[in-house]
């Protein structure tokens, strides 16, 4: 206890300096739109441990952790413990004064293998969970799939590369909505279909690590050439149906919206040549256009046809009809910008691309790295203007969407980010500049910090933190601690509760004593 009052202390005489100095904020919470909602978000595998309790199966994810896939050896295990400390969490998503809270159902927790007979001990965990929000009127924004399939699924039939992966996210979806779907304002059925088309079946990096020589590396299984594009595809068909769906069986009694998520970066030319500037499109085709292009006009982009040729599946006249006009919204995860450069004088014309190759570019985080080999790269440029650009390239080239920044977020290595000052710079700089955009009509609706607390992260387990809450993975009970951007963001968004409900939070009553 001591600790905790000491540290806040501390943190509220730094937050009086950021607010006094050069962080200080040109905007409040009163400059966005009166139903614009802020949040902060986790996910299933990321916070929930508990992984082999009630009934859960293993997902992909329990399958890749428990080989030693991590760099760090690290599994979910028990993550934050978040399937225990749910009480706890909510009374923090409270205190904290977010507006919104973004979490994701665990597939293999609600239906164990995948198909078949509902867990009645996910329905509790889920139930408790959503009423704990409902309770505080926090909005609820639900992910039905982030990346953690049921390994049951990819053992019979290789999960996401299989069509047959469709019916039984149907069936699964349809057990959400009817179940939850009454308290659930926000549905997005899949998180991030760009990201796991080309981590997980290109590079092989992530579950169920599917790659083809040379293109990835210590893969077993998999065709780094075809498979990225044969499961993007299958994402956009099993996310088209579950929007059906919902908009056939649900959205007229239960009157929620449902949306589609996608990664972006921002992409900058890495020079002014004609060659750089088509590359940079080109990737912004690739990268975003892939989703986002089926969804608005029912196909994909001309060059990603004709760069990747027979490769890539075609939609029929059907499916097109399906995945066209298929959102209410769009989501986008949005961390970082990169440089591109030309490389279409270096890709073999003939012989075997992947999906990298078929981009015909190279990327660098800064002007002065080498160029990446693979399309993540491993440093983060912090860039708020990105996010402003990508906004209002949403806006001129998609038609102006409803758009929610579902994810937007600062990891930092070191083991005390307690007073994460660097992670309020970067908080606020790019609040700031989605308010750019939308004060120049970019039509944005929400916003959400991720991630609510630490969390077992994708790309490196326990080694990066990007949370709101420090949480102790050393201390059996998961310990959770505000850190300086948990009062920070609290104190940002107190004026509009005071004004709304004269409700005061812990956190907003310290920091007015000050
Ligand atoms: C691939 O396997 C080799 C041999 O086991 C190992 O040395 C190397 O680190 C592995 N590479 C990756 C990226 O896992
Ligand atoms: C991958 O698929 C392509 C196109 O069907 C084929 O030419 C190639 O041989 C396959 N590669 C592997 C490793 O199976
Ligand atoms: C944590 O911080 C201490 C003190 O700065 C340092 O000695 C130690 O190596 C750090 N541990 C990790 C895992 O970063
Ligand atoms: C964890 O919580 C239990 C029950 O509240 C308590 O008895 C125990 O001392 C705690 N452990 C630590 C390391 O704080």
Redesign the pocket.
Known sequence: MRRVVASLLFLVGLLLKIIEGGGALKFTREDFPQDFVFGAGTSAYQVEGAAAEDGRTPSIWDTFTHSGRMLDKSTGDVAADGYHKYKEDVKLIHDTNLEAYRFSISWPRLIPNGRGPVNPKALEYYNNLINGLVKYGIQIHVTLYHLDLPQALEDEYGGWVSPRIVDDFMAYADVCFREFGDRVSHWTPLVEPNVNAMASYDSGAFPPNHCSYPFGLNCTVGNSTVEPYIVGHNSLLAHASVVRLYREKYQGVQNGVVGANVYTFWCYPFSNSAADIAATQRSMDFMVGWIIHPLVFGDYPEVMKKNAGSRIPSFTKSQSELVKGAFDFLGINHYTSIYVSDNSNNVPKTGLRDFNADMFATFRVTRDDPPAGKFVPTRMQIDPAGLQYMLEYIKEVYGNPPVYIQENGYGQKANDTIHDAERVDYLSGYMGSMLSAIKNGANVKGYFVWSFLDVFEVLAGYQSRYGLYYVDFE???R?RTPKLSAYWYSNFLKKKLLKNSKRRSKYAAILAEQ
């Open positions: 201390d059996e009970n310990t």
